[in-house]
């Protein structure tokens, strides 16, 4: 009985070294989709605001405001994308651990009969 639920905790851990490997793939992709939005929003925001110089008067105040203004929004929109990576990540996570821990018990309770079974027609 024990070499068949060894079985099952070796099947759930192969499981959950190919979930591992596949949440850091979802990983780096959601990374790699936020960085791109970062990229053009921070491509916007900079076309934005140069326009708006363009409109208004070249004084040395609003070079120094919108280049304040720029830096809090890449701050806003790093810390933003960021603080939605890790959830999404967690969430994923989450998931991944509740389906492993699901399968192992599967796992575990259907190897028991069999075991009992095969122990009582070896004596």
């Known amino acids: 009985m024990m070499g068949y639920a060894l079985d099952g905790f070796e099947l759930a851990a192969c499981g ?3 979930v ?3 949440l850091t793939i979802i990983t780096f992709i959601i990374i790699f ?6 990229i053009i929003i921070f ?3 900079i ?3 140069i326009f708006i110089f363009f ?9 120094i405001i919108i280049i304040i203004i720029i830096i809090i929004i890449i701050i806003i929109t790093i810390t933003i994308s ?6 999404i990540v967690m969430i994923i996570i989450i998931i991944i651990i509740i389906i492993c821990f699901i399968i192992s018990i599967t796992i575990l309770t259907s190897s028991s009969p ?10």
């Open 43 to 45: 491509i916007v925001i």
């Open 82 to 87: 960021i603080i939605i990576v890790i959830i």
């Open 16 to 18: 959950s070294s190919v």
């Open 33 to 38: 989709f936020f960085f791109i939005i970062m």
């Open 47 to 49: 076309i934005f605001f």
């Open 20 to 22: 591992g490997n596949t």
């Open 114 to 123: 069999a075991s009992s079974s095969s122990c009582r027609c070896r004596r």
């Open 55 to 63: 409109i208004m008067n070249s004084t040395i105040s609003t070079i």
